[in-house]
Structures are given as C-alpha cells and as structure tokens.
C-alpha cells in the first residue's frame, strides 16, 4: 500500500472485546496488535479503534485524562507497539477523539464545578435556568444518536447555574467557543499524530457546538483541519454526523470523511425485506451531488453498522445468504468501507450496547484462550455464530466470502476508486435487483446482485468481457439473465 494512499478498507474494532492477550477478560491493545496478521489476511489496510484513555464506563467515551491509555486496555509502550506493528504492515491506526465532552471526573470538570470564578470553568457551557427557559432550549427531541431529552443537569440541586450535557450528565459538553479549550484540543491532537496516530474519528462531530449553535460547528471542523494537517499532512479524518445528505454537507468542508448512516440504513431495509423499496443508485448520485458542492475531494465512509446500532447479523437473523448479500453491496459499491469487528462472522446483536459489543470468536469456546469474556454473551455463542477458527476452513463460509470480495475490491481499479465516487445507474431496474455500473478509464464494472430468494430472469443488452466474480451458477441465454436466490454477478464490460 503506497504510504499516502487512503486505506482501502478500513475495520473498527471495540477494544474491550476483540482479543485479550493477559486472559483477564477484558480485551487490550497487545491482543489488537497479535491480530494484525488476521485482519492482513482479511484485506484490512486501516483499524479504528474505540476510545482507550483513562475513563471510568466501561465503553471509555467519557474521556478522564486525554493523554493516557487506560491500565484496563495496556501501557502507552503497548499502544506505540500497536502502531509501529500496524505501520510494519501498511496498515493505518486511527482513534476514536471525543471531544465533544469530557468525563464529570476529568480534572478540567473537577475545577470548573467549584464555582464562577473558577478559570476552568468557561471550559464548560453553563447557564441559569431562567436563560435556559427564555431561549427555550431546556429540553430537546431524541435523536438517534441521543435519547437525553433534558440535556442540562445540576452539579447540585439548587446552585445558580447548570451545565450542559448532550449525552448523559456525566459527560459535560465542552465550550469550544473558548480558545483555551480549542488549544488544549489541538495539543491532544499533537500529541497522538507526534505518537505516530494516523488519524481520527471524531465522535460526535454534529453536536461540537449545542443544537442552538450547530451552524459555528462547520467553522470548527475547517479549523481543526487545518490545525491537524499543519501537524500530519495526511491526516485522516472520519466525522460521524448522523443526518441528513444536506445537513451532513457543510461538514465535508473541514472534515474529509463522513460516515453515511442513509446507505447504512439502505442496505438494513434490503436484507429485511429481500426487496429494493428505494433505489440506492438514485439516493447515492443525490447525495454525491450534495456533498461534491462543498467539497470535490469529499470522501462517503461506507458501513453497515457499529457500535452504536443492532448488528447486521440480527438484522438479517442470521441468515447468511443476506449477510453475503450486505457484505456485497457494501464492498462493491462506492466509497470507503469500515467492517465493524465480526460482521466478517455473522456477529449478532441488538441493543442495548453491550449485546452489540459481545466478545469476537476466536476459536471453540473450550479452546479459546483470547476470547474476552468481560460480560456473558446473549448472542454470540459458538452454537448461534460459528468462530473464525471453523469459518477459515470452510470455503462458503461468511468470512471467506468477506476475504474474496475485498481482494476483488482492492485489485479492479473500478472497484478500488475511493474519491470521486464512480457510480452510474445500469438501467436494469428490478425489485428485487440492486445493479449498477462503476466506470472507470482501466475498464467498467457492472455489479447485478439478486437480494432476494427467488430466481430472477432479466433481459440482458450488456456485451461483458469478463466475469470477475459470482457466487451461484448465473447463465446468460439469448439475451435474458437468469440470476438466481441471492445471486451476485461482478462483470468486467
């Protein structure tokens, strides 16, 4: 992989419960480091991990102390290992930056709650409940990205003035109309990129300024852009702004990727139902077009789900027919996909979080040494979803499906493009046929996949040069296609 170039395939992993190495149950950086032979042999050119500094929850996004790795995951010398073995394998190490909020107990909070006069705490956004009920900002509809609907809390009953916290009261917002607090944001920044970092992804990024002010948030991300690329100049940088095409746009100014919740979304509705209820090709051109307009170079950060949604496992009730089905739609279409950790399985899980966090299955349950075993699972044992160890050896397996498709990916220039997107509607327009053309100068590609458990015959007016890729005896016969359940055919034209 050429050092500059922009991770083909990206994989998100939660720490806590991808691999541990001291067998105290709970997963830790030296067991990511002693995988990273597996995710290069899966085809993974860059990691994002979950957040690993100091924190008291379980899931580190309430951040204590920016500048540390939490005893619970290792060392700072077990992190530099990670991504000097990572960068040993051409392999990219981005992190999860929260810094929307910090935890109640980091020493910034800790200092700001004593009182008006204190130096910190303009750190914070902090009101009395008569200004907060004039400007009518004292509750807030839920979002899918959070279910506080009383965002500002008392640090004790009775006080002069709250404080604001999107989330969840422990977890205060930070004020970054303040320049100190920007400052101490880029230093962190500084700090990581310095340790060898090779990017972010910025948790939150929507709500870096309150609902009232989303507007200054676009100004924000442009700046810490620049501030970052000053410091790294190839620095990758992932937002995740959970809305709409129009709202997301204007973030594509300062932030280079955004994750796209819509295809996300898109693909869930199609392995449910096994019908195409809306045209994906269309929705992607609009949204291309939308984001192109405030930045060309925009990059779409393709997904599934993450840990954050119910896993495509259960979406699809483990039926891995549909799973191949999503995992095709996902590594052929255009952008840059992440695989959230053991989707390559069939992992499932539905909320609450932490069913969708459960333990990645090494091996046999008995055999398994590195399987993290911090919660009991309700989902993923070895009798619901086969460990990795079984689905190597067997050639149909999920995971070897996973494997070849992102080989495919990764070796037909169509396929590789990551910005601009290359998408153009093949005109077979089907309920129950995703298909579309990704152009390119080294040759077209056409993708016809079946998302359904029907047989499918189409007409056919393309002349193919070459098959790439299927997955099921599909035959071309004077002129129709007979495609059949869940059939995937990759053309080159």
């Known amino acids: 992989m050429n050092n500059n170039q922009t991770p083909r395939v990206f994989y998100e992993i939660f720490v806590r419960s991808y691999c541990d190495s001291n067998r105290d149950g709970i997963g830790d950086l030296n067991g990511i480091t002693s995988k990273l032979d597996y995710l290069l042999e899966l085809g993974v050119e860059g990691i994002w991990l979950t957040p690993f500094c100091k924190s008291n929850s379980y899931h580190k996004y ?134 060898g970092i090779d990017g972010f992804r910025m948790d939150a990024a929507k709500h870096i300024y309150p609902d009232w002010e989303v507007n200054k948030a676009h100004d924000f991300w442009v700046e810490f852009r620049k501030k970052m690329e000053a410091i790294k100049s190839d620095v990758y940088i992932v937002g995740e702004v959970w809305t709409s095409a129009e709202k997301i746009a204007p973030f594509f100014r300062g932030l280079k990727a955004n994750f796209n919740f819509d295809l996300a979304f898109a693909i869930q509705d199609i392995v449910k139902t096994g019908k195409v209820e809306k045209d994906i090709v269309k929705m992607l051109l609009r949204n291309y077009r939308i984001f192109s307009k405030e930045n060309p170079d925009f990059i779409d950060a393709t997904m599934l789900t993450n840990h954050d949604q119910n896993r495509i496992g259960s979406i699809a009730e483990g039926n891995i027919d549909k799973l191949k089905v999503a995992a095709s739609l996902l590594l052929t279409l255009p952008g840059n996909p992440y695989l959230y950790y053991g989707e390559e399985l069939g992992m499932k899980g ?72 290359n998408l153009k509607h093949s005109d077979i327009n089907h309920p129950q046929i995703v298909s579309f053309i990704r152009p390119h100068a080294e040759g077209d590609v056409l993708v016809i996949q079946n998302v359904s458990d029907k047989n499918v015959i189409l007409d056919f007016k393309f002349q193919l040069k070459q098959e790439i890729f299927s997955n099921k005896n599909l035959e071309i016969k004077s002129q129709k296609l007979h495609l059949p359940a869940y059939g995937l055919g990759i053309y080159l034209l």
């Open 62 to 195: 309430d951040v204590i102390d920016y500048k540390s790795v939490d005893p619970e995951y290792g060392s700072m010398e077990d992190l530099e290992r990670l991504i000097h073995e990572a960068h040993k394998r051409g392999i990219k190490v981005l992190f999860d930056f929260v810094i929307n909020h910090t935890s109640s107990s980091h020493r910034w909070f800790l200092e700001a709650k004593k009182g008006k006069d204190n130096p910190f705490r303009n750190y914070y956004y902090w009101m009395n409940p008569e200004e907060i009920k004039k400007r009518g900002i004292e509750k807030r509809r839920e979002t899918a990205d959070s279910q506080e609907t009383q965002p500002w809390h008392w640090v004790k009953k009775g006080e002069e003035e709250k404080y604001y916290g999107l989330f969840w009261s422990e977890m205060p917002d930070l004020n970054m109309d303040n320049p100190a607090v920007r400052n101490e944001i880029y230093e962190i920044g500084r700090f990581w990129l310095e340790k």
């Open 350 to 421: 539905t909320k609450p979080d932490e069913n969708i966090r459960e333990a990645f299955q090494w091996n046999s349950r008995f055999e398994d040494h590195e399987r993290t075993n911090w919660r009991k699972p309700k989902f993923n044992s070895d009798s619901k979803t086969t460990p990795l160890r079984f689905q190597r050896e067997d050639s149909g397996s999920l995971f070897n499906f996973y494997k070849k498709l992102i080989q495919i990916r990764k070796e037909i220039p169509a396929l590789a493009q990551i910005s601009p997107p």
